[in-house]
């Protein structure tokens, strides 16, 4: 019976191989739902839109040879049949760096709520692999059949995507319950500090630096609470204002984002703000919205939330902005470039970042000098000044503080990498933003001026002409090189670039972000200024 032993444990390595193989499986898959921000509806439309390339993976096919030696059965002893299949299948499964990408931009993050829903996916895979070795060793035989078991787990290892969805599915009531939870914690805790102050920030670019702006800012006077990073969901404000927000804290600075209809509103509910900020409305998150007026509408929420008597400080530039519906109780302060309290001139920009004048509706002028680059983010200061003013703050002050504020990561971030400046722009692009870094890039001197880029995504119907335009626009900025990531995805920027008659002999295409950084690393010259627009998440170089 040794050799029976033998033949089980050689089984059993091939069931680990599969295994090994569904665990690095599920993990890709995990890590699309949770850049999907945990939304089944959103995880179900990628996976239609990709179902040739996330279902069948190479290794499924071991299906062809397990089928062949099933039809040579008879002409081999059973042991044979259950070694052959075995190694052929080991084989097959040991191969993961297909889908074992070490230099992710986003890995998965085992949040509680990623626990759970691995743990509730794990259930799953672990009661098939169950009923698979029942059925496997149901016959008369000693050995288990293979072809049973290995069709089993080879399935289930196709239909990791679904189970997948169907665990998400599952866990919806409890999640509900849990979130639910969190946020009847959040308001109660909001309304027992009854001399706290809340800002609430929307738009659909600019809402971080806002933010950071913002904070910056209020410093100089309050004791100021406010969202890290990307945190603009209902989870992330109520985990700040639930685990951060303390007794001292004078004023709370949330960002409010939304991809659906009545996302704001949700936000609005757990914490009600006194001062509501909205920094533009355009083509950002156009594949859930639908269309710019269903953005502006959601933005609006914002204002229609405000507590009563309270106050709106809008982008008097933007038109859809502007023409937002704002109760009658509701003061309203107006801040843009070209209209509104204060008046700003004389910008330029250098290697240190940028520099204007600003002045305000009493005529006191102030310099202010910033590490912030673009005309977008000197719209967002003037913005947050207005704010920092009904706070009581002086123009003068507000100048010197302007100093201190820190790039946002990944947002026209100015950085000096010894003889080179980098620019990093690499957050995800839109129409506005992507126009003003390139122009920003024209404008500087010493060095070649260098664009590198994969195009601009989440646009719906609108991407590739709107990728066309913005070519259009490099085309004619005057900058010296552009290199493009992935040869078809940029082709609508091409056909802009090459619309604008700029040099073909200065357009170099990369299939990756990395190979770009390696050709640059390997020609650089001296004082180059390169630009980092947008950088894919993993989810859109699958």
Known sequence: MTYIYSIEILIVLFLCVITRHSYFRSRLFLQIFQQKGYKIGEYRNWLKQHFSDSFVAPPHLFIIPLFLIELAKPFFTTTATVIAMCVFGIFSFSWISYMHNEKQKKPLSFTPRMKRLSGT??????????????????????????????????????????????SAMLMSPVESNIQEGFKKQARKKVASMKNLKIIAI????????TKFILKTLLAERYNVCFTPGSYNTPMGICKVINNDLQANHQILILEMGARYKGNIRELCEIARPHVSMVTNVGQAHLETFGS???????????????HQNGTAVINSDDKRVAAMPIRDDVAVVRAGLKTGIFEVGDIMYDRNGCRFTI??????????????LGEHNIQNIVQCFATARHFGIRTETMALAASKIEPVEHRLNLIQNGETTIIDDAFNSNPIGARNAVDVLSKFTGGRRILVTPGMVELGEIEKEENRKWGVHIGKSGIDLVILIGKERTKPI???????EYPRDNVLIFESFFDARKWLTENQISGDIILYENDLPDVYSF
């Open 121 to 166: 996916l794990f259930l799953l895979y672990a009661g098939i692999a169950f009923l698979s070795v029942k059925a496997g060793y149901g016959g008369p035989h000693v050995l288990p059949d293979l072809v049973i078991l290995s069709l089993i787990w080879i399935l289930a290892d196709i239909l990791l995507p679904l189970l997948i969805l169907f």
């Open 202 to 209: 929307t738009g659909s670019y600019g809402k971080t630096s």
């Open 292 to 306: 710019v007026d269903a953005i502006a509408e959601t933005k609006s929420e914002i204002l229609s939330g405000l």
């Open 359 to 372: 002045t305000d509706s009493d005529g006191i002028s102030a310099t202010v000098e910033t590490r912030l």
């Open 494 to 500: 091409l056909s802009g670039i090459d619309e604008a």
